[in-house]
């Protein structure tokens, strides 16, 4: 979890090439093409992360194939307005 933020904070690269490294690449290199990105079809695996000092974070929420499995903190979670979603 820790490593694309270290690697960004440190300027080793961008947060996005970093997550790419963690999780479309090794997706792809186990045959899973539903996973390791954002994309129309695919699993909708998500982390909600806290940034802390340092490049650490912190895990709020894990989403697993678009259900809510781990929530650090529930109140945090609440939906205050309703968002109309994209086809």
């Known amino acids: 979890l820790h ?9 080793a690269c961008t947060l996005a090439e970093a ?4 999780s479309e690449a090794p997706a792809a290199c186990l045959g899973l093409g539903d996973r390791g990105r954002l994309a129309s079809g695919s699993r ?16 709020i929420a894990t989403i697993a194939a678009g259900r809510l499995v ?4 529930p109140a945090r979670m609440v939906m205050r307005q309703s968002y109309s979603l994209a086809a």
């Open 19 to 22: 997550w790419r490294m963690v």
């Open 70 to 73: 781990y929530c650090a903190e």
């Open 3 to 11: 490593a694309p933020f270290k690697l960004a904070h440190q300027g």
């Open 44 to 59: 909708a695996d998500l982390i909600l992360v806290e940034p802390g000092q340092g490049g650490n974070v912190r895990l």
